[in-house]
């Protein structure tokens, strides 16, 4: 009887999750599927799974509009180069925490965690004006810059915890054997840590490139990103579901493949730390 | 050659002394076991001499040479840890030929060192493997590997078998007094298991609260411990340590019997009743309950038919009692 019960409750809880799973997959799964419909067909039932003709036409469209590859290229640029840069500065960091952490350390990483809890929108304004004023605005500087900052924290934090799981008596093992800080950091700190700092890079590459506030609010044409690519098709002049659905689909695919390819990584620098 | 001298060696962390002040002398090809209880500082010696920790004040001499601001690697020392510490991302023989590489040894001759080190601990066959592949006692024996291939002045061993289980630690244990007879290079040993001390050691450092309690022969130790610390750590069951109107009538604070130097009488001295009886074949224990003293063990050979309850008499070996003053020192 108890193994029943078991059963019952394991088919439960899986179809509950594959219930949310679908929730969760849904408005993506409704946007490639509007961005294959007729303009018609989309306005006329946009609910509708499934339509009467299959068309390319509105990617046609949007890539006659505007050039994709231009927006492509700004959403690479800063999305990466934000990336490498906040890990240029998370790396030594949180070696210096994990390694030899003096008395602040603890309030250093809250502290730095507690900026991510604050809205992005109560500093707009002065974010706005210090960008006016350097120069800044609608230039790729200054969003690498920017959302390398905003990253920042979860760059340290998240390599933070992966060093931490290196256990220290590996590294002294290493000076026994006779390494150099440059043999210990080449030969036994970098191999044991490539798989963390790979999984911080995936997961900070997805964030910055999904971005959506300051990349819109502090860019206007120049170094716009597929995020103001997306937006310009909701404007003033009306909705188009099938065109906003393709330029959304052209927007998230690249990640989406990324993330496809990189899940196993990405889930193992999410859960570490939760299971040894 | 592995010669270490230690002199008036201070240890502190902030405000508080680990190891207030330590002088000990380990002569070439020795094997020494730091032992005693968990926090008396033995493994920070281990690491002190190491040159893992700075030591606070004092001198480290190896081989005649000040060695006290050295680094790790130029000690000329190798250490096994208690977590083995091996590197998971290389294979075994990555992990033995390590120490050849940074030494920039020609790999020729380092693929020999490791063949031979391999063939020593029984590792042949698993130098492809990596360390997660392998069991704790294959983990224990890479490590050991690792150590050896150096050929180092002094092996450095910190609770080396701790984390195996009990039939495995008295196999390794005795593959590891086989090297040191091999080798005959010096080796100091960390541990709290009294047993592994008294079985691996030509010289036991007994330490407590980060000072030296004792130096000795195992033997020594056994029979004539300096104090009652000593007395009560060294032996397997404990020493019965007697305080009170018993230990006044031998002019003494306390005084200490061991299990097995007790006999059974009827007409003992001390009569009392068996509060526990652990039968284990060869011995049998006896927890006895006696009025106006601590509980005493005794160890009687083979064996015993006593159960819980049944009342005895003890007689101590006069010969072998020990006598501690109110300082807990030994008066003999």
């Known amino acids: 009887m108890a193994r029943k019960t078991t059963q019952t409750r394991k088919a439960f809880v899986t179809a509950i999750a594959w219930i949310i ?112 004023d350097f120069g800044l605005l609608d230039t790729r500087t ?37 390494a150099s800080l440059r043999s210990e950091i080449l030969y036994v700190l970098t191999p044991m840590a490539v798989p963390g700092i790979a999984s911080t890079m995936l997961l900070n590459i997805i964030l910055a490139w999904n971005e959506a506030f300051w990349t819109l609010q502090l860019t206007t044409s120049d170094a716009a990103p597929l995020t103001q690519f997306i937006a310009s098709y909701s404007s003033p002049e009306g909705l188009f579901y099938a065109k906003l659905s393709a330029a959304s689909t052209m ?9 496809w390819f990189s899940q196993k990584q990405l889930v193992r620098g999410l859960t570490f730390g939760a299971v040894k | 050659m592995g010669k270490i001298t230690l002199k008036s ?10 190891i207030p002040s330590i002088d000990l002398s380990i002569e070439d090809g020795e094997f020494v076991v730091f032992v005693g209880p968990s926090g008396c500082g033995k493994s920070t010696l281990l690491r002190l001499i190491a040159g893992l920790e700075d030591t606070t004040s004092g001198s480290i001499a190896i081989d005649g040479q000040d060695a006290t601001d050295l680094p790790p690697a130029k000690r000329g020392l190798a250490m096994v840890f208690q977590s083995y510490a091996l590197y998971p991302h290389m294979s075994v023989k990555k992990n033995i030929m390590f120490p050849l590489k940074m030494a920039g040894m020609d790999s020729a001759a380092a693929e020999a060192r490791v063949a031979n080190a391999a063939k020593i601990l029984n590792l042949t066959n698993y130098l492809d493997r990596k360390p997660g592949q392998l069991s704790g006692g294959q983990r224990q024996r890479v490590a050991i590997g690792r150590a050896i291939v150096r050929e180092p002045s002094a092996f450095l061993f910190d609770e080396p078998l701790s984390n195996l289980d009990a039939a495995l630690r008295v196999n390794m244990r005795q593959e590891i007094s086989e090297l040191h007879q091999t080798l005959k290079t010096t080796m100091i040993y960390v541990t709290h298991d009294q047993v592994e001390a008294m079985t691996m050691a030509d010289k036991i450092v007994v330490l407590n609260a980060g000072r030296i309690e004792q130096v000795g022969s195992p033997l020594d130790l056994y029979r004539s411990p300096a104090n009652t610390f000593v007395a009560g750590f060294i032996g397997s069951p404990k020493m019965n340590l007697i305080t009170g109107a018993e230990a006044a009538k031998h002019n003494a604070a306390t005084i200490g019997i061991r299990p097995e130097h007790l006999d059974i009488t009827a007409d003992g001295p001390w ?15 006896l927890k006895v309950a006696i009025p106006g003293m601590e509980p005493i063990t ?14 005895i008499g003890l007689a101590p070996q006069a010969s072998k009692l020990h006598r501690f003053g109110a300082d807990g020192k030994n008066f003999a």
């Open chain 1, 21 to 132: 799973g679908f929730l969760i997959f849904f408005p993506i799964l409704w946007t490639i599927l509007m961005s294959f419909k007729s303009e018609g067909d989309a306005i006329k039932a946009p609910f509708a799974m499934l339509s009467s003709a299959w068309t390319l036409e509105s990617y046609g469209e949007v890539q006659e509009r505007s050039n994709y590859l231009r927006f492509f290229m700004n959403s690479v640029i800063i999305s990466l180069g934000s990336t490498v840069l906040a890990l240029v500065i998370a790396i030594p960091a949180a070696w210096s925490m994990a390694f030899v952490p003096g008395k602040r350390t603890k309030d250093l990483l809250m502290w730095m965690l507690s900026t991510k809890m604050m809205p992005a929108v109560g500093v707009l304004v002065p974010m706005y004006l210090m960008f006016r």
């Open chain 2, 298 to 311: 005794v160890r009687a050979g083979g064996e015993l038919n006593l159960r819980h309850g049944d009342k």
């Open chain 1, 251 to 259: 927007a998230i695919a690249p990640i989406l493949i990324l993330g």
């Open chain 1, 142 to 178: 200054g969003l690498v810059t920017i959302l390398t900052l905003i990253n920042l924290p979860i760059v340290v934090w998240m390599l933070y915890t992966y060093f931490k799981e290196i256990p220290g008596e590996i590294l002294e093992a290493a000076r026994m054997d006779g």
């Open chain 2, 271 to 285: 009569q009392g009743v068996v509060g526990l009886s652990e039968h284990l074949g060869s011995d049998t224990f």
């Open chain 2, 9 to 18: 060696v201070r240890k502190s962390f902030g405000e508080v002394d680990v």
